[in-house]
């Protein structure tokens, strides 16, 4: 399995969209915990413990944003060096920009592709960065 021994934190409101990470990352491996509304995401994480990944979506019903999360866990210095990446429906053109100079470590589209995403994972974990905005979408 490619993601074996992996820990990945992830803040998603979408209870499919979580299911469907959390099913192709634990069938592929990984240990993987969620906080749904980011509100509680900082003690959760902390208490998931070692973390090789955190995955956050842009768009939160609670009032924060993906974005505010970031910000709260880089000012954490154990996860400075943990890479963040953006998984949203937001327009990639759009966000794509806007987490690179946030300073996240990728960006994936929705819907995941179930074949692709387990390899985007290993890629980011292993230092690369991925900007993928999904097969149909085209991102100079």
Same mark, same amino acid.
């Given at each position: $399995? @490619?993601?074996?021994?992996?820990?990945?934190?992830?803040?998603?409101?979408? *209870?499919?969209?979580?299911?469907?990470?959390?099913?192709?990352?634990? /069938?592929?491996?990984?240990?993987?915990?969620?906080?749904?509304?980011?509100?509680?995401?900082?003690?959760?994480?902390?208490? +998931?413990?070692?973390?090789?990944? #955190? @995955?956050?979506?842009?768009?939160? %019903? /609670?009032? $924060? /944003?993906?974005?505010?999360?970031?910000?709260?866990?880089?000012?954490?210095?154990?996860?400075?060096?943990?890479? #963040?990446?953006?998984? /949203?429906?937001?327009? %990639?053109?759009?966000?794509?920009?806007? *987490?690179?100079?946030?300073?996240?470590?990728? +960006?994936?589209?929705?819907?995941?592709?179930?074949?692709? +995403?387990?390899?985007?994972?290993?890629?980011? #974990?292993?230092?690369?960065?991925?900007?993928?905005?999904?097969?149909?979408? @085209? +991102?100079?």
């Amino acid at each position: $399995m @490619i993601l074996d021994g992996k820990r990945i934190f992830i803040v998603e409101d979408n *209870t499919h969209n979580r299911v469907v990470f959390q099913m192709t990352l634990i /069938s592929n491996g990984a240990t993987a915990e969620f906080d749904r509304w980011g509100r509680d995401a900082l003690w959760r994480l902390q208490a +998931f413990g070692k973390t090789d990944l #955190i @995955i956050l979506d842009l768009m939160l %019903p /609670s009032g $924060m /944003s993906g974005y505010d999360i970031f910000d709260e866990i880089r000012t954490l210095p154990e996860y400075n060096d943990v890479p #963040i990446i953006a998984v /949203s429906a937001t327009d %990639p053109a759009i966000a794509i920009p806007k *987490t690179q100079q946030k300073g996240f470590s990728g +960006f994936i589209a929705k819907p995941v592709d179930d074949e692709l +995403f387990p390899r985007q994972v290993l890629q980011i #974990i292993a230092g690369e960065r991925i900007w993928y905005a999904g097969r149909d979408f @085209i +991102f100079d």
